[in-house]
């Protein structure tokens, strides 16, 4: 398998390096590394160990579709009733419908949960999250700089955070209506806001808990929670993972044009 870094990354994991120098807080096997300025020390390789990228609710197993319990608080998602159809057209059509199908960027919080690991790079100004998934990359400012004026459609939306005693908390906005949640075509709007917490709860395992809202097609927001797990692996990193749209375009599987190219 061909594997790279490209020069940014290198950049940035230098800078990582230099900034952060993690020290040592507690005792045993509870230790959490902190970085230099006290925060919890994110850094790493995770991956979560459930099967919400092919349903965020209960499901049944099927071929090619791993039975799982649902990461959503009451297993319940509030649509509005026209939601509701588009979400069972979706699922309908999933084969061919899901963004996923079409080589696109997953989206938050969809990326955090895919099949893929990820890695966290962080400064005190600043946290940067490389996904193996299709090379996509967040970048979480810390700096208490707020959103740019919208609205504006990204992928991966805009991400900025704020430390509440030992959670990272993310706010993200201005995202794009052509992602879903999961496999199973539930979907937003443009609309969407989604705030995120990172919480550690012991060297190794992050408290991952998402808060969503969208008023065009829910009845009030609904939160998801789950773990992730770092990667423990001596040769632990995260690899390439290619998938080229205009290839699945070429030959005829994709129902719609290929969007341009956005960074986000």
């Known amino acids: 398998m061909r594997i790279q870094l490209s020069v940014w990354t290198i950049a940035t994991i230098a800078t990582v390096l230099s900034c952060a120098q993690p020290s040592e807080a507690g005792q045993g096997s509870a230790k959490q590394l902190r970085t230099k300025d006290g925060r919890p ?6 991956q979560v160990l ?6 965020i609710q209960d499901h049944s197993g099927q071929l090619g579709v791993p039975a799982g319990q649902g990461v959503i608080a009451g297993n319940e998602i509030p649509y509005q009733p026209w939601a509701l159809k588009k979400k069972q057209e979706n699922f309908a059509n999933r084969a061919t419908a ?3 199908a079409k080589c696109f960027l997953p989206g938050v919080p969809r990326a955090t949960y895919m099949p893929f690991p990820f890695q966290i790079l962080q ?7 490389a996904y193996e ?5 967040r970048h979480i400012y810390v700096n208490g700089s707020p959103h ?11 991400s900025r955070g704020r430390w509440e005693g030992d959670t990272l908390i993310v706010d993200v906005v201005h995202f794009t209506d052509q992602t879903w949640f999961d496999r199973a ?3 937003h709007s443009e609309a969407l806001h989604v705030v995120e917490r990172y919480t550690p709860v012991g060297p190794d395992h992050l408290q991952y808990e998402v808060t969503t809202e969208d008023p065009k097609v829910f009845t009030r927001p609904w939160k998801m929670s789950m773990l ?4 423990k692996e001596p040769r632990a990193r995260i690899l390439e993972y290619e998938c080229y749209s205009y290839a699945l375009d070429e030959k005829g599987l994709l129902p719609n044009p290929v969007p341009p190219d956005d960074i986000r």
């Open 228 to 231: 992730l797990y770092r990667r």
């Open 123 to 129: 400064t005190p100004g600043g946290v940067v999250i």
């Open 133 to 137: 998934y299709v090379h996509a990359v």
């Open 148 to 158: 740019p004026a919208g609205p504006i459609q990204w992928w991966m939306g805009d």
């Open 98 to 100: 899901d963004p996923e």
């Open 50 to 55: 459930n099967t919400a990228a092919w349903d």
């Open 185 to 187: 075509g539930n979907f």
């Open 41 to 46: 020390d994110l850094s790493g390789i995770w």
